[in-house]
C-alpha cells in the first residue's frame, strides 16, 4: 500500500507542501541552474559504486559495510540459520546489487569549510538552496542548520535500491572508523541519541524515467508507503537517517536485474549515452538518459544551537566505541538476545540487528 505525496495542495507561488514529517519541494531549480546541473552530471562524467566505501575495525571484521541490510533481507527470505554475510552466499550477489552497487559522485561535501570552497559552483544553488534549509529548521526543529553537501547518484535500466535507512552520525565516530550498519543500528537503538548528529536529506529528482520510484515510510517500517511524484525538478525533503525509504526497480524491458558487480563505473561518452564498465574496460551495457534515473541528495548538519555544533567540531563530548559496545552489550543481555558479554563478532552483530534493525517488506521486481 502506498499513496501519492502531491503537491496540488499547495497555493499557486508556494513551492513548497508541507507534511509533518517531509516537505516537497516542486519546482527546486530555475530553468538555467537545472541545466547547470544536467550539464555537471554529464561533465563529472565517471561515477563510482557505493561498496567502494570500506571502514576498518575489529567489530567490522569479515562482514559487509551495510550488513544490517544484507541480513534483513537474508531474515526476510528465510535464511535465519545461513551465512548471509558469506560472499559465496547464492543472494550475495542481490543484495549487492540491491544495497551497495548504485554508482554516485560528490558534487560538494563542505563538511565545516567555507561556501566559497564548493567544488563545483554549479551546486550551489542546490546546497544552499532556502527551502531546505528552511524546511530543515522546521522539520528537524533545530535552528541551526548547516549545508554540507550534494551528492550525485545515478541508477541504470534494472537497476534498484533496496529499502534502507541513510549512515548515521555521533560525535567522536564516523563512517572512517566505524562499521556502517553499527552507525544505523545504533540510530535504531534509540540508546545514543544525545550523541546523534541531526541530518536533514533532501531527495532531488532531476529527470524523468520510467520506474525508478521513490519510496519513503514516513509513519514506520509497518505503515504504507508514501511516493514521491514523478517529476523532475522535485525533491522531497526529510530526515533519511530516521525514516526508511526505496527506489524501485528502474524499467528494462526484460523485467531482469541490471548486471551489476562491485567495482564497475558508470561513464558518460562523447556520444551522450552512458556505459557501465568492468575495471578491465570491457563495455557491460549501454543506456539512453532516458533508460538512467538521476537523483540529487543534499545534505544539512542541523544543530540546536552554537553550543551544539561547537561540541561537534572541536569534540568536546565524544562517543568512545569502547563505550558504545558497553552500551549495547548490557541492553542485548537485558532482553535475553546475547548470552555473553564477549561474543564474537558475528554473533554480535547479528543480535544488534535482530535487537533494532527491520526495514519494510522487499518488493521484488
Ligand atoms: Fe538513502
Not at 559487509?64 to 543472494?91: I, K, M, S, V, W
Not at 567495482?263 to 556520444?271: A, H, K, R
Request: charged share 25%; hydrophobic share 35%; proline share 6%.
Amino acid at each position: 500500500m502506498w499513496t501519492q505525496a502531491d503537491a496540488g495542495h499547495a497555493a499557486p507561488n508556494e513551492s513548497v507542501t508541507r507534511n509533518g514529517t517531509y516537505h516537497l519541494v516542486d519546482p527546486v531549480l530555475g530553468e538555467e541552474e537545472l541545466r547547470g546541473i544536467i550539464d555537471l552530471c554529464e561533465r563529472v562524467g565517471t561515477y563510482r559504486m557505493a561498496s567502494a566505501e570500506m571502514s576498518s575495525t575489529e567489530i567490522g571484521a569479515g562482514l559487509p559495510e551495510r550488513f544490517e541490510c544484507f541480513y534483513d533481507l537474508a531474515r526476510q527470505r528465510g535464511h535465519e540459520n545461513d551465512q548471509p554475510y558469506d560472499p559465496t552466499h547464492e543472494d550475495w550477489l542481490d543484495f549487492d546489487r540491491a544495497f551497495t552497487c548504485q554508482f554516485r559522485e560528490t558534487y560538494a561535501d563542505l563538511g565545516f569549510v567555507e561556501p566559497e570552497e564548493s567544488k563545483y559552483p554549479e551546486a550551489d544553488p542546490l546546497l544552499y538552496h532556502e527551502a531546505f534549509i528552511s524546511g530543515a529548521r522546521e522539520l528537524l526543529d533545530r535552528p541551526v542548520v548547516v549545508p554540507v553537501a550534494a551528492l550525485a547518484n545515478l541508477y541504470v535500466a534494472g537497476q534498484w535500491l533496496g529499502p534502507h535507512t541513510d549512515i548515521t552520525e555521533y560525535r567522536g565516530i564516523s563512517r572512517s572508523t566505524t562499521p556502517q550498519w553499527l552507525l544505523i543500528c545504533m540510530h535504531h537503538s534509540r540508546l545514543f541519541d544525545e550523541w546523534r548528529l541531526r541530518i536533514a536529506t533532501a531527495v532531488n529528482f532531476f529527470n524523468v524515467c520510467e520506474g525508478g520510484e521513490f519510496r519513503c515510510y514516513p509513519d514506520g517500517a509497518t505503515e504504507a508507503s508514501v511516493a514521491a511524484p514523478k517529476r523532475a525538478n522535485t525533491a522531497l525533503l526529510m530526515d533519511t537517517d530516521s525514516f526508511f525509504h526505496e527506489v524501485r526497480p528502474v524499467y528494462r524491458p526484460d523485467g531482469r536485474p541490471a548486471p551489476l558487480v562491485r567495482g564497475q563505473v558508470l561513464q558518460f561518452g562523447e556520444d551522450r549515452m552512458w556505459r557501465v564498465i568492468n575495471p578491465d574496460g570491457a563495455v557491460v551495457e549501454t543506456y539512453a538518459w532516458e533508460d538512467v534515473r538521476f537523483s540529487v541528495s543534499w545534505k544539512g548538519y542541523c544543530f540546536r544551537d552554537d553550543a551544539e555544533r561547537k561540541a561537534w567540531v572541536e569534540h568536546s563530548d565524544d562517543l568512545s566505541m569502547e563505550f558504545i559496545l558497553e552500551r549495547l552489550t548490557d541492553d542485548l543481555l537485558e532482553r535475553g538476545l546475547l548470552r555473553n558479554r564477549n561474543p564474537d563478532n558475528v554473533t554480535m552483530a547479528r543480535a544488534i540487528v535482530d535487537a533494532y534493525y527491520h526495514a519494510p517488506p522487499v518488493e521484488y521486481h
